[in-house]
T-cell receptor, first 112, second 113 residues
Framework: DVKVTQSSRYLVKRTGEKVFLECVQD?????MFWYRQDPGLGLRLIYF???????EKGDIPEGYSVSREKKERFSLILESASTNQTSMYLC???????????FGSGTRLTVV | ELKVEQNPLFLSMQEGKNYTIYCNYS?????LYWYRQDPGKSLESLFV?????AVKQEGRLMASLDTKARLSTLHITAAVHDLSATYFC?????????????FGKGTKLSVKP
């Protein structure tokens, strides 16, 4: 069964901490994505990557960065966590640029 | 810039009734996805619609796509409680950030006995 695994289901961090959210896929997919989901706002694209060491900004990249050192792993980094980054974070991967995402189970991050 | 609008955002239905969720989008695309999300869970793919006039059905759900009107519908027939969930449409973006999906805000469906 194909899988996208997010390392933490729930995370609580303090304001100002550096936070790493990890995502690993086992499908040899080229493309990986990070979204955040907030009530009433749907899913908003933070960053995505079409290849190893490549990254592109999505619609709301401010306050975030990403790393893709290996094809299967895409990390989202909150350089200095703030309370307005409290959210559900969803990672997805796809084999090509035609959509067809497989989503991870999500990480609910609370910044206090 | 591609924008995707769903309506309604909240839908309370009685079991056995029919209803339709609408998904409008602002710029040309010919690929649209519908997802389902249960509370506390991730998104599960329901349908992919690949061309104008495409229709897909599974169980009590039927999705269609009109690319000329930039409109997709998700029709629910004889709703049952198990269909209670949030439904998202997502449109493939052929613009500056090619190959990513732009999501609507979701329709929270509640089916009551």
């Amino acid at each position: 069964d194909v899988k996208v695994t997010q390392s933490s289901r729930y995370l609580v961090k303090r304001t100002g901490e550096k936070v790493f959210l990890e995502c690993v896929q086992d499908m040899d997919h080229e493309n990986m994505f990070w979204y955040r989901q907030d009530p009433g706002l749907g899913l908003r694209l933070i960053y995505f990557s079409y290849d190893v060491k490549m990254k592109e900004k999505g619609d709301i990249p401010e306050g975030y960065s990403v790393s893709r050192e290996k094809k299967e792993r895409f990390s989202l980094i909150l350089e200095s966590a703030s309370t307005n980054q409290t959210s559900m974070y969803l990672c997805a991967s796809s084999p090509d640029r035609g959509g067809g995402y497989t989503f991870g189970s999500g990480t609910r991050l609370t910044v206090v | 810039e591609l924008k995707v609008e769903q309506n309604p955002l909240f839908l309370s239905m009685q079991e056995g009734k029919n209803y339709t969720i609408y998904c409008n989008y602002s710029t040309t695309s010919d690929r649209l996805y519908w997802y389902r999300q249960d509370p506390g869970k991730s998104l599960e793919s329901l349908f992919v619609l690949l061309s104008n006039g495409a229709v897909k059905q599974e169980g009590r759900l039927m999705a269609s796509l009109d690319t000329k009107a930039r409109l997709s519908t998700l029709h629910i027939t004889a709703a049952v409680h198990d269909l209670s969930a949030t439904y998202f449409c997502a449109v493939l973006n052929y613009g500056g950030s090619q190959g990513n999906l732009i999501f609507g805000k979701g329709t929270k469906l509640s089916v009551k006995p």
